[in-house]
């Protein structure tokens, strides 16, 4: 049975948005499709690789991982890093210097880390979610105190920093993020935006960089025909990946947009889309 490599987003695709949880059907389907294609089913995610840490162990991810929407990937097992995009310090800089001055939450994600305040939202967020589970699962962050001690260590070079999230309010703080975005323009950055739970997340990263190009250069990393991996997706930092790859899938609850560009639509997250679509190929062979 030749089965192909399956590229799978995370938060709303298998990942529930609601609790962050996923569906014991979808669990199960997808360790069967590991069991049967040799853990052919891989991660493309805007999260770092502490906050996957417990859906690796729990979906039995082998093959390498692209984290932080396409700029690092990195061995799941060994954390050797295979590839990374690292930010120009002064963007970095200028960036957090932008969140002082204006008062935002901001998190600086490295190739396997997240360094942030330690009263930040979303660090705050996943300590709640995931700290109840065995320690190896849980994420392990480099924590400030104050935004000025991070400065002096970018400064200082000691984080290589290939991606910046800012965490905003979505009932207070629309405002906020389209003057964020505007920002983000001017300085030529890439931002894709995502709305999960109640909170807007705003990535700054280099243009050109996004889940598309983690993609295909995972398939160069591991000689692998870009025909053979089907990608699933559901948000807007999922699209260039849904509509640049041959086989781009979305699940039924994905963005508009998304869809629209997609080669095929299956069923939604709650339904166990990607379990069922999962079942069909193993079925098909």
């Avoid at 995009?85 to 998190?107: G, H, P, R, T, W």
């Avoid at 000691?158 to 309010?169: E, G, N, P």
Wanted: with cysteine.
């Amino acid at each position: 049975m030749k089965l192909p490599y399956i590229g799978s987003d995370l938060d709303g695709t298998v990942v529930q948005n609601s609790d962050f949880k996923i569906l014991q059907s979808t669990a199960k389907n997808i360790n069967e499709y590991q069991s049967l294609s040799n853990n052919k089913l891989f991660v493309v995610t805007g999260r770092s690789l502490q906050n996957i840490k417990y859906y690796i162990k729990q979906l039995n991810i082998k093959l390498p991982v692209i984290c932080s929407n396409g700029a690092v990937i990195v061995d799941p097992i060994t954390w050797e890093v295979y590839y990374e995009q690292v930010m120009e310090k002064e963007i970095i800089i200028d960036l957090l210097k932008y969140a002082m001055e204006n008062d935002l939450d901001v998190s600086l994600y490295t190739p396997t880390s997240v360094c942030s305040l330690s009263i930040a939202e979303r660090i705050k967020t996943y300590k709640k979610l995931y700290g109840h589970y065995p320690k190896d699962c849980q994420p392990d962050f480099i924590l400030y105190e104050d935004y000025n001690q991070l400065l002096e260590d970018i400064n200082n070079d000691v984080h290589k920093i290939i991606r910046v999230m800012y965490s905003l309010d979505y009932e207070k703080e629309t405002q906020v993020a389209n003057k964020l975005k505007e920002y983000l323009e001017s300085k030529n950055l890439y931002y894709p935006t995502t709305i999960i739970q109640s909170r807007i997340l705003i990535d700054a990263m280099p243009k050109g960089i996004n889940k598309a190009t983690g993609v295909k250069k995972w398939a160069e990393i591991m000689k692998v025909d870009l025909k053979d991996i089907i990608v699933i997706g559901d948000n807007n930092n999922d699209l260039e990946m849904i509509s640049e790859m041959p086989f781009g899938i979305a699940v039924g609850n994905a963005h508009d947009e998304v869809k629209k560009k997609a080669w095929k639509v299956i069923d939604r997250i709650e339904n166990n889309g990607v379990g069922k679509f999962l079942k069909e190929l193993i079925s098909k062979g």
